[in-house]
C-alpha cells in the first residue's frame, strides 16, 4: 500500500495531480483504495494504474520543459500561499491566546501581591500581640512577685509584733 504522495514524489508530478487523478478515474479505482485514520492508501493496482494514466497524459500532451516547470511552480505557489495563509491565522491565534494568558498571569500576580500584603500585616499584628502578651506576662510575674514578698513581710511583722506582744505577756 501506498500513499498517494509518495506515488507523486515517484512519478515527479505534484500531490495535487495525483489526487485529481484519482478523483478523475473514481469508478476505476474505488475498488483499490482504502482509508485507513483519513489517508487515503493505493494498492499495486490503483498505483499501475494511475502511473499508465499519467504516462498517457505526458505522452500526449508533449509540453515543453519550461511550461512543465511554470504549471508546478504555478501550482506550489498556490499551495504555498495557502499554507503562508494557514499559518498567518495560526499565529493570529496564537498571539490571541498569548494576550489572553498575559491578563491571566497579571491578574494572579496582582492578587498574590495582595494576599503576601495581607499575610505581612498580619505577621505584624501577631508580632505586636505575642509583644504585648509577653509585657503582661512579665508585668503579672512581677506583680505576683510583689504581692509575696508584701505577704512574707507581713508575716515577718507579725512575728514580731507577736513576739513583742508575747514578751509583754510573759512578765
Avoid at 478523483?23 to 483499490?32: A, G, I, P, R, S
Avoid at 509583644?131 to 514578698?149: A, D, G, P, V, Y
Amino acid at each position: 500500500m501506498k500513499s498517494p504522495y509518495k506515488l507523486s514524489q515517484e512519478l515527479s508530478v505534484t500531490p495535487q495531480a495525483v489526487y485529481k487523478k484519482i478523483k478523475q478515474l473514481n469508478n476505476e479505482l474505488n475498488v483499490h483504495i482504502k482509508k485507513e485514520k483519513g489517508k487515503i492508501l493505493l494498492d499495486e493496482e490503483a498505483e499501475r494504474i494511475l502511473r499508465n494514466s499519467f504516462s498517457e497524459v505526458q505522452q500526449s500532451v508533449q509540453q515543453p520543459v519550461d511550461e512543465q516547470l511554470i504549471n508546478q511552480s504555478g501550482e506550489f505557489n498556490n499551495q504555498f500561499n495557502s499554507e503562508i495563509e494557514f499559518l498567518r491565522e495560526q499565529n493570529k491565534n496564537l498571539q490571541e491566546q498569548n494576550k489572553s494568558l498575559q491578563e491571566e498571569l497579571n491578574t494572579e500576580r496582582n492578587h498574590s501581591r495582595d494576599v503576601t500584603n495581607k499575610l505581612i500585616e498580619l505577621t505584624s499584628n501577631s508580632q505586636e500581640l505575642t509583644r504585648n502578651s509577653q509585657l503582661l506576662l512579665n508585668q503579672e510575674q512581677q506583680k505576683n512577685t510583689l504581692l509575696l514578698s508584701d505577704e512574707r513581710l507581713e508575716e515577718n511583722k507579725k512575728s514580731l509584733w507577736q513576739r513583742l506582744f508575747k514578751k509583754k505577756n510573759k512578765s
